[in-house]
């Protein structure tokens, strides 16, 4: 659910019921940082770094990071390294770091399980964010936009502390390794990390089959995700056609089968519009073992979301006025991207053009061969300018949106650019948005993650 919306916070409140809690892995290093320059509130990312186990790393964060008070809101922050093919020093422990922290607080008070979700595309930062979180003791790891048919390999190595290497797209020339190796951490000796469960997120049933019979390595299960799911969707199968709205159209093609599925014999979670009791139901008749939920999820009280995109959007879906369209090229990655139709973010025209472009976090960005053989790094989002001068084509850049620097804003942790205005927001759901104000207790206008379980298991009511 986008960059901290499913949060620890949240993690930690869906475990603690009994459920698999899952935490973003997206920009965790970013957002560890901007906490800490935030000040920390309640003191969360320093006491979970009191518990890193690699000598030295906590300090040196802290004391890179950390901004006694917090930064005042409209000062710009302190920004960290842009990731790029051979990682500092720094950049290495603040991703180990982050993703620790992240995962320690989710865990923390309760003995139940625990996720972490990536996206395969954000390749550069995926070998040390992984070692991070399993040092906390991950359960699960959940990985889509992409095929990441190579990660359960890197985690049966990062399990026996060696080497791994991931390969890095490269456009226009050979594909790079990316290299880790937990032993260069410390001079020490590092604790021992369990390897955790891999479920891959897919949207067929043919890929489904390709992970559990053509990947050496343990796949564990898979999420089936629906084109109503909410952040990055897969693309139509075939030629892209498009509705009259401009949304992609989707067809049979794209219907998974999940009687496929089933005979693979591994664990499945349905995703997309599921977040019904009578669903669930229908989802276990299937086979799954459960199902995934998402937006149900994104608009209560423990969500990263700031609370003001919480309370407008619940009273849009009270309004029936709560409306998403997938745009088939805001995210620079060419995935469709589902936004929310809301004002004041640059889902709307008006705020789109106001903004200034400008690439400063890259999570986004597409490594590219130079003339010279070098490695270079664009994103379609970023000034046109400077795209253009690096090979990239004009017709790339149109409607491209950053959503590096919007889904940071969404959360409180938008930064104030040089040029005095802060970044604006962009907010991701699934359909089930529409819908989302039917988890509001009567006079309430708010809801907690406990009464989406309530509502999806009325049996706890009576228990």
Not at 19 to 45: E, I, K, Y
Not at 244 to 262: A, C, K, N, S, T
Not at 357 to 375: F, K, N, Q
Not at 396 to 421: D, H, I, P, S
């Amino acid at each position: 659910m986008g960059v901290a919306v499913s949060g620890w916070e949240l993690a930690n409140a869906v475990a603690a019921e009994g459920q698999l809690g899952v935490v973003s892995g997206t920009a965790l290093d970013a957002v560890f940082a901007r906490r800490l320059l935030r000040g920390d509130p309640g003191g969360h990312m320093r006491r979970a770094l009191e518990a890193f186990p690699i000598p030295g790393v906590a300090d040196r964060l802290v004391d890179r990071y950390f901004v006694e008070g917090g930064t005042p809101v409209g000062i710009r922050l302190k920004t960290k390294p842009m990731p790029t093919l051979k990682l500092s020093r720094h950049l290495r422990e603040l991703l180990i770091a982050a993703n620790f922290v992240e995962v320690y607080l989710a865990k923390e008070g309760h003995p139940n399980a625990v996720g972490i979700n990536y996206l395969e595309k954000l390749q550069i930062p995926t070998l040390p964010s992984l070692y991070g979180a399993m040092l906390a003791g991950v359960d699960y790891v959940l990985m889509g936009a992409g095929i990441p048919r190579t990660i359960p390999a890197i985690l049966d190595r990062l399990a026996e502390s060696r080497e791994v290497e991931l390969r890095i797209d490269v456009k226009g020339g050979e594909d790079r390794f990316n290299h880790f190796d937990p032993a260069e951490l410390s001079a020490e000796p590092l604790p021992p990390v369990k390897r955790p469960a891999f479920l891959a997120i897919v949207s067929s049933h043919i890929l489904a089959t390709m992970f559990a019979k053509k990947v050496e390595a343990r796949v564990d299960g898979f999420v089936i995700e629906a084109p109503t799911a909410g952040g990055h969707n897969a693309p139509p199968r075939g030629r892209l056609e498009l509705t009259g709205e401009g949304e992609p159209r989707y067809g049979e093609r794209d219907v998974p089968d999940l009687e496929v599925i089933r005979e693979l014999g591994l664990p499945f979670w349905l995703a997309g519009s599921w977040a019904e009791p009578e669903r669930l139901k229908e989802a276990l008749e299937l086979g799954a073992a459960g199902i995934q939920v998402g937006t149900a999820f994104a608009y209560c009280e423990e969500s990263g979301f700031e609370t003001d995109i919480k309370r407008q959007v619940l009273k849009m879906s009270q309004d029936n006025q709560a409306r998403v369209f997938t745009d088939p090229i805001a995210s620079p990655t060419g995935f469709p991207f589902k936004v929310v139709q809301m004002e004041d973010t640059i889902s709307t025209d008006e705020m789109y053009a106001e903004r200034t472009r400008t690439c400063d976090l890259g999570y986004l960005r597409s490594a590219y061969e130079r003339d010279d053989g070098s490695i270079g790094w664009r994103c379609a989002s970023e000034p046109i300018d400077d795209f253009l001068e690096k090979g990239g084509t004009l017709e790339e850049t149109v409607g491209r949106k950053c959503l590096c620097n919007a889904l940071m804003a969404n959360v409180g942790l938008g930064q104030t650019q040089r040029e005095g205005y802060v970044e604006p927001r962009l907010v991701t759901s699934g359909d089930d948005v529409a819908h989302v104000a039917r988890f509001l207790r009567p006079g309430a206008d708010t809801y907690r993650a406990s009464d989406v379980l309530d509502y999806l298991l009325p049996e706890r009511l009576t228990q």
